[in-house]
């Protein structure tokens, strides 16, 4: 229905109205006013991600990326050519919230890391921990990748795995925490 009315003689301005019957079922008006956690499902479905995806899977393919980068361990290095340890740690963090469609931290050094987890209670046995934990030692910090092993970016390798069960990494005294981001 068309309605028109004159704002009045002085003004020349008319007011045109038009009303309209919205007829949706339920399950059409449920269609398009998503919640945004179904939507970002959706979103991640169209990227060829499954919505049972968990954070720990996800990780593990992020961190499967950065080994195949094959880059260099670089000072103070924030990627893509050559990170450091927290630049590296921070990166993967971000990529796997990124991809769960959550927000990412900020960045922060080795120290900063531990610092905040251990303030948190979130320190855990190293035999404890899982795919995307923290672990770190006196100025190093990177993640779990399984079982045995930590990916991290250090000196002698770039952004590589080593064993922090009985590796070299393990003669560092590392301290392992929970993820609280994940």
Same mark, same amino acid.
């Given at each position: 229905?068309?309605?028109?009315?004159? #704002?009045?003689?002085?003004?020349?301005?008319?007011?045109?109205?038009? /009303?309209?019957?919205?007829?949706? /079922? @339920?399950?059409?008006?449920?269609?398009?006013?998503?919640?945004?956690?179904?939507?970002?499902? $959706?979103?991640?479905?169209?990227?060829?991600?499954?919505?049972?995806?968990?954070?720990?899977?996800?990780? #593990?393919?992020?961190?499967?990326?950065?080994?195949?980068?094959? $880059?260099?361990?670089?000072?103070?290095?924030?990627?893509?050519?050559?990170?450091?340890?927290?630049?590296?740690?921070?990166?993967?963090?971000?990529? $796997?919230?990124?991809?769960?469609?959550?927000? $990412?931290?900020?960045?922060?050094?080795?120290?900063?890391?531990?610092?905040?987890?251990?303030?948190?209670?979130?320190?855990?046995?190293?035999?404890?921990?899982? @795919?995307?934990?923290? %672990?770190?030692?006196?100025?190093?910090?990177? #993640?779990?990748?399984?079982?045995?092993?930590?990916?991290?970016?250090?000196? /002698?390798?770039? %952004?590589?795995?080593?064993?922090?069960?009985?590796?070299?990494?393990?003669?560092?005294? @590392?301290?392992?925490? /929970?993820?609280?981001?994940?």
């Amino acid at each position: 229905m068309l309605l028109t009315k004159k #704002l009045g003689a002085h003004t020349g301005l008319t007011l045109v109205l038009l /009303s309209t019957t919205l007829l949706l /079922s @339920p399950s059409s008006f449920a269609q398009r006013h998503k919640a945004p956690s179904e939507s970002r499902a $959706t979103n991640q479905e169209k990227k060829g991600e499954s919505k049972s995806s968990t954070p720990r899977a996800t990780f #593990l393919s992020i961190a499967n990326q950065m080994l195949e980068l094959k $880059t260099y361990y670089v000072y103070n290095g924030n990627g893509p050519k050559g990170w450091d340890c927290s630049h590296a740690t921070t990166a993967m963090i971000n990529k $796997t919230l990124s991809a769960l469609g959550k927000d $990412t931290i900020s960045y922060r050094t080795s120290t900063t890391y531990r610092n905040y987890l251990r303030s948190r209670g979130l320190k855990i046995s190293c035999r404890e921990a899982k @795919p995307g934990d923290l %672990i770190g030692w006196s100025g190093h910090i990177g #993640l779990v990748y399984d079982s045995n092993n930590l990916i991290s970016s250090h000196s /002698s390798g770039g %952004i590589s795995k080593a064993n922090f069960i009985s590796g070299w990494a393990s003669n560092m005294s @590392p301290e392992c925490f /929970s993820n609280p981001w994940f």
